[in-house]
């Protein structure tokens, strides 16, 4: 069974500065792995996702993330934030073969100060 | 093309009231599950479906019932409340042939006292 752990529970951060959120998980199979965003007051959406190939992804609002199998790790980086991007931010993780259920980590609240 | 809706929007039950929350995709995904949200846990999966008539247990099924009829409806019903039900409820839907990407509703906050 797959499990994601997020190693910080909140990320603050002044605006324009690089933001780096840590996920790392746990498989003994081949894995697809996600990003997803969730704003105040509503539902997920789908920043990024890694299935196969280039280690490093890119996804909407400028977020990229890079996939390390070796560390077992899929940070989420941002060059430069913005305040727009105050939000919790969610890894998650499924196996490459059906019924390819999604396991999420705890989550990161990401702050940008002015 | 309303992606996944779920009503209500809010409820607040009593302890042993039962009630239905309801999902509904219309982009004719096989795969639909609900989740729970609670702070501190990020979303836990209650139920999942890959098609109409098949169900199967996620990782926290006590206390919640699901069916799934059609291809389009998802509901989850709560049986007899709990307080340790109080949570954010989320639907979601994805192809099964799909490569895992799944499509989420607005949610449901649901408090039980």
């Known amino acids: 069974a797959q499990s994601v752990t997020q190693l910080d529970s909140q990320v603050p951060v002044f605006e324009e500065a690089p933001v780096e959120l840590r996920c790392n998980y746990s498989?003994?199979?081949?894995?697809?792995l996600f990003w997803y965003v969730q704003y105040p007051n509503q539902g997920l959406q789908l920043l990024l996702k890694?299935?196969?190939?280039?280690?490093l992804v890119k996804g909407i609002n400028g977020f990229e993330a890079e996939f390390n199998k070796s560390q077992t790790s899929f940070h989420l980086r941002k060059p430069s934030v913005h305040i727009s991007d105050t939000a919790e931010y969610f890894c998650a993780v499924s196996d490459s073969q059906p019924p390819k259920k999604l396991v999420f980590g705890q989550g990161t609240r990401l702050t940008i100060n002015p | 093309n309303a992606g996944v809706t779920q009503t209500p929007k809010f409820q607040v039950l009593k302890t042993g009231q039962s009630m239905t929350l309801q999902c509904a995709q219309d982009m004719n995904h096989e795969y639909m599950s609900w989740y729970r949200q609670d702070p501190g846990m990020g979303l836990r999966l209650i139920h999942y479906s890959v098609g109409a008539g098949i169900t199967d247990q996620g990782e926290v099924p006590n206390g919640y019932n699901v069916s799934r009829s059609t291809t389009e409806d998802f509901p989850l019903r709560l049986l007899s409340a709990a307080p340790s039900q109080t949570s954010v409820y989320f639907c979601a839907s994805r192809r099964t042939g799909g490569q895992g990407e799944q499509y989420f509703g607005p949610g449901t906050r649901l408090t039980v006292t």
């Open positions: 890694y299935l196969s190939g280039s280690t």
């Open positions: 498989s003994s199979v081949s894995v697809y």
